[in-house]
Structures are given as C-alpha cells and as structure tokens.
Nanobody
C-alpha cells in the first residue's frame, strides 16, 4: 500500500524558512516524478515544483529562486526548502508522486505571519 506523508509545516514569520518533507512507503521515489502543490484557504490547488526521475527540476514563477525541491534516495524522501517566505505562501502543501498513477499525501500546513 502506497503512502506519502508530508511534514515540516508550521508557523513562520515573513522572510523565514521551512523545510517540508515527503516520506514515501510502498513506492520508490527515484522511479517517480514528484510534484509539490499548495492550496491556500478558499483557493484552488496549484502546482509549484517538479522533480523528475532524472533529477530535472522545474518551478512555478512565483516560487523560483526561493523554493528548492530535492530528493534523498537513502531516505526515500523528497524535500521542499522554503526560503524568503511571504504571507501569500500561506497554504496547505501537498506532495504527489506520478508514474502513470498519481499518489498524494495528506498535506502539511504552512502559515506565514508576523
């Protein structure tokens, strides 16, 4: 049974940083394209970053230069480093693994506020 578990969210002040983790069981991340999405209160889920099996990374324009996606194969975990956070980054963050079938985690809440 596949399970993705996000963690690392919390309350942070503007300009602060967080590192989100997405740990997988039942699949090997190196065989999947992994995405991070976020959903703000009352908003739609939006894509923000992709890490392909070949380690190509792609970012949405509004997080480029501030967020970094990475993968640790020894831990079977994908990370999203969030730097220079803004109040508009407040959202629930989700990871998704895709290889013909999509698997989602349950999300982790990030709140950016002073």
């Amino acid at each position: 049974q596949v399970q993705l578990v996000e963690s690392g969210g919390g309350l942070v002040q503007p300009a602060g940083s967080l590192r989100l983790s997405c740990a997988a069981s039942g699949l090997i991340f190196s065989a999947y394209t992994v995405n991070w999405y976020r959903q703000a209160p009352g908003g739609e889920r939006e894509w923000i970053a992709t890490l392909t099996r070949s380690m190509t990374v792609i970012y949405a324009d509004d997080v480029k230069g501030r967020f970094t996606i990475s993968r640790d194969d020894s831990r079977n975990t994908v990370y999203l480093q969030l730097n220079s956070l803004k109040p508009e980054d407040t959202a629930t963050y989700f990871c998704r693994a895709f290889n013909g079938v999509a698997y989602w985690g349950q999300g982790t809440q990030v709140t950016v506020s002073s």
